[in-house]
């Protein structure tokens, strides 16, 4: 019997050509500016700069964590700030009323996760859309905030709350190392097991996904019950970091982390991204700020150029996505 | 400190005793011309936002004047935040359908207030301006600090502590920005640069803007100030959110309270903590209680026909490590409750 | 090619199926076997029950009336997934892959191979394991593609129906049922997924084929079951009958001819 014909076309890329050429690219102009900066900018290699940016990288880079795997589902969680900002005045709250640390560590935490988990049942179960769901869940959470803030700063004098935020654990700022393990954590879930894969798999095929047997709902409802976890996390340690309760503590964070993951390769439109992606676009932003900081240029011209970059990225993956259809 | 208890006496002087003064004539102007007495004025108090320390210490010292002398308050009341214009402006429109006798306003933004506030003196309410100042004359008074002499006096503060710590007042500061175009900020730092002339060797090496943000950027900016100035001895922080992230810039990167100095706007617990620890070297206190009773006082007395002072300076005042402890600093920082009517005895 | 039917026991049947949407009747006492070595065609026009009745057998959806059958036995299907673990998988018209993930990823889409040990029971997958298992299964079926490491929007449409064909054929162990294989694809492409939809049955597992493309069917399937208006009009074999009287009997011309006879040997 005689095969099939060989089909002639000639043969698509192999698998990983578009996100290696993206992450290389990256990780190229992170080295790119980490030498110029070393060259222009005095101080810039110093251990202190490199422990300031560690400190300053670790907040956001965890929240873009989270967002990292909403928005690899083709979701997006627009309530990651305003949770910060929650969660930091719930805890200010509770070690100000004298409330051991563990445990109010774990209050606050179990309740960043469920409002998570609550996000990803408005989303799944009233079929209701990521952005619509997150965006009022941001109004919602920082009215609270403001409310059980009363509008003022809130003070704990809890000093080994406090310290962890300033302290070095083997020469490395432990806001950084908190960062890390999370990253590796996220790491090993999204891209080693099968319920990372599925992650990817809802963000490609939705409809297929469901067919194929995976829990599409369980999966939603912990997508964004993850990204609510970190967010709380994120916000103890900023509030460790300010040595009290901010009411307007990470306003606009969702938008730095949501860029940073972009930046990092997450595709908006779902199945795209990795975590070691969005640490690079983490990095990158921080590295540019400190070194045009360094070099007493406007801090505003930080933001333009991460917007810039931002459009660039988008554009080379749309283009990605013009280029395959045609094919 | 000496400059302080001047500007005090005098303004509280002629706040108090204009008031006191008034208050009698009031009394007897109102019951003679409308039957109406104090207790029957109604009076809207709108500052930029309620969501912070120092708009809530002003609305303390309005209510505290509201209580004691029994007026209806319509309402206390402010924006979500300090930037949003368009809240504030929609706030005053509803002011003038309630028809208060007085109206006590700190503008958000100088220009985009003034058609309300031309709108609001046309319908023969009593407008009293806060802190902030608008572009339109059709007010009755101002009460406000003298930001640019607060700048003076924080240069001077950090300069004397400089001098403390290393001998003499000399060496290289910066300042950090909160946000770039603010009026009250520009006035700040502008005093800030006028009042370090007087120190001719001391230099201003650089300055840096935290966009606005109220919680990671001032630290960063503060930060790299410090990694690109290594001999830096002193820093000016132009209002609590950049003071704050100041604060805490210096504790992270082991800045040596013996080499370098902090001087800043505006207080909280943590940084008055912060002061009597000597991790802060100075923060300049300004006056929201007295701009919040001293308005509803005016307010009181321009209802009742009397022409009021049109500008009071509530003045500023420099907390320090060494006079944190005394009455007049307690009283400005804890108004609610330690503040007397009368003279400070510091 | 002689499907024994006198002799064997169909893998899936269905007897006396009926189904109604409200006053519509999309189902009227269809009797329905696919037997093992066999492709069987399911046609008819646009109306006729078809998708209706593969939802049935696939377990989408329950039939109002009658029964189906699993080599003699009375089986029900609760859900999709309870007719896939039955044995039947169903590659449906818009293939349900996953454009982003890769060749091993689609075929173990929502099954995939967990590592064995302590990295298993934390849910690791066997990479490694699963591109080799689908590298052979596609050799196997000679699916020609360059690469399995491919993000599968990388193929050809032919490519892909080849990927969700052997997918189904993968899990299937007892029957496959495809709905319309060959729609969106090329000439050349539809010569390759039918000769692959042959190779499938060759290979031991039958098929049920919906298609519109008549010449793809007699080209394809060994037997034909026309559907109109929601009943069983006939049974036709492509060896022996042409494209005229199945057009006849699909939109009910007089006089059509309701079966064929088998091709007798010799």
Known sequence: MTGAPADTRAPGRPRLSWDVALRLGLLGIVIVLAIVFTIAAPGFLSSQNLENNERQMAVIGILAIGETFVIITAGIDLSVGSMLGFCGILMALALSHGIAIPVALVAVLAIAALLGFFNGVLIDTAALPPFIVTLGMLGILRGFTQIFGNGQQIGFGNSAFTDFAADNFL?????????????????????????????FAIGSNLEGARRAGIN???????????????????????????????????????LDAIAAAVLGGASLFGARGSILGTFLGVLLVQILTNGLNLLNFDPQVARIVEGALLIAFVYIDHWRKRRLATA | MTDRNDTFNRAGFIGLGTALGALAATGGALAAGSGRSIADLKFLFIVKTVNSDYWQTCIAGGKAAQEQLGLKALQFTGAN??????????????????????????????????????????????????????????FDAFLAT????????????????IKKKTGQAAGQVAYVTFLSGVGSLTLRDQGFLDGIKAYPEISVVGHQDAGGDQSQKPIGVVADLLTRFPKLAGVFADNLYTLEGAATAFRENHADPKKVSLVGFDPSTKLVADLKAGAVDGIIL????????????????????????????????????????STLTQALLNPMTQRHFGFGTA | MEPAQTAAVAVLAARDISKRFGNVVALQNIDFEVYPGEIVALIGDNGAGKSTLIKILSGTLSPDTGTLLMRGKPVSFASPRAAREAGIETVYQDLALAPDLDVPGNLFLGR???RTGLLGMLDVMDARGMRARAQAHLESLGV?????????????????????????????????IM???????????????????????????????????????????????????????GTLYPASATMEQAVSLMTGALGAVTESREVEDG
């Open chain 3, 179 to 233: 709905d319309e294989p060959t729609a969106a694809l090329s000439v050349a492409q539809s010569a390759l997924v039918l000769g692959l939809i042959k190779r499938v049955r060759d290979s031991g597992t039958p098929v049920v084929l919906i298609s519109h493309n008549l010449p793809h069917v007699f080209e394809a399937a060994d037997r034909m079951i026309v559907l109109r208006h929601g009943s069983r009009v």
């Open chain 1, 171 to 199: 020469g490395v700022p432990k806001l950084f190392w908190v960062l890390v393990v999370i990253a590796l954590g996220a790491a090993f879930v999204l891209h080693l097991t099968r319920r990372g894969r599925h992650v």
């Open chain 3, 112 to 114: 995939e191979l967990r």
């Open chain 2, 286 to 325: 300004q006056d929201p209680y007295q701009m919040g009773f001293g308005g509803v006082m005016y307010g009181i007395v321009a209802a009742a026909g009397i022409n009021v002072p049109k500008f009071l300076n509530t003045g500023v005042t420099a907390a320090t490590p060494e006079n944190a402890n």
């Open chain 2, 81 to 138: 935040s300090e930037a949003n214009i368009q809240g504030q402006i929609a706030l005053v429109e509803d002011a003038l359908a309630k028809k208060p006798d007085f109206l006590v306003l700190a503008p958000t933004s100088a220009n985009a207030l003034d058609a309300t506030i031309d709108k609001v003196d046309k319908a023969g309410i009593k407008v009293i301006l806060i802190d902030s100042s608008a572009n339109t004359e059709n």
């Open chain 1, 216 to 254: 599409v709902r369980a999966m939603t409802f912990l997508v964004y019950a993850i990204s609510g976890l970190l967010a709380g996390i994120a916000g103890l340690l900023l509030t460790a970091r300010q040595a009290q309760g901010d009411p307007n503590a990470g306003t606009g964070y969702e």
């Open chain 2, 146 to 161: 003298d930001n640019h002499a607060g700048g003076m006096l924080a240069a001077k503060t950090l300069a004397e502590a």
């Open chain 3, 144 to 176: 020609k593609i360059k690469s399995v490491d491919q993000r599968v929007d990388t193929l050809s449409g032919g490519q892909r129906q080849s990927v969700a064909v052997s997918r189904s054929v993968f899990w299937g162990r007892d029957v496959v």
